[in-house]
């Protein structure tokens, strides 16, 4: 079956930086758009930025120009590069990818199972 794994989060100061993987996995035949989203204790989940299988990337506005957003194909993988770290930025990360495959031979979302990110003040 088809798998999204996470890693990359922790614990960081404010100001700081931390970098985001997520590598999908199993009976891939093609990816389309990738992101990554969040959601903090009691708010909903947000589109954080998002990466079409041509690289156009979007941002949301809190943190453009701080975020970057950037897959390597040959690797099935999305990453999001995190700067400047506020401590509002502190959420649950979860990588979304749209993948065709052998056991879904059209475009299916599938979720990662989310990475924590804290940012002390």
């Known amino acids: 079956q088809v798998q999204l794994a996470e890693s990359g989060g922790g614990l960081v100061q404010a100001g700081g930086s931390l970098r985001l993987s997520c590598a999908a996995s199993?009976?891939?035949?093609?990816?389309?758009?990738m992101g990554w989203y969040r959601q903090a204790p009691g708010k909903q989940r947000e589109l954080v930025a998002r990466?079409?299988?041509?690289?156009?990337?979007t941002y949301a506005d809190s943190v453009e120009g701080r975020f970057t957003i950037s897959r390597d194909n040959a690797k099935s993988t999305v990453y999001l590069q995190m700067n400047s770290l506020k401590p509002e930025d502190t959420a649950v990360y979860y990588c979304?990818?749209?993948?065709?495959?052998?056991?879904?031979?059209?475009?299916?979302?599938?979720w990662g199972q989310g990475t924590q990110v804290t940012v002390s003040s």
């Open positions: 979304k990818a749209d993948i065709a495959s052998y056991y879904r031979r059209f475009y299916y979302s599938y």
């Open positions: 199993g009976g891939i035949l093609s990816i389309n758009d």
């Open positions: 990466i079409t299988s041509s690289s156009t990337t």
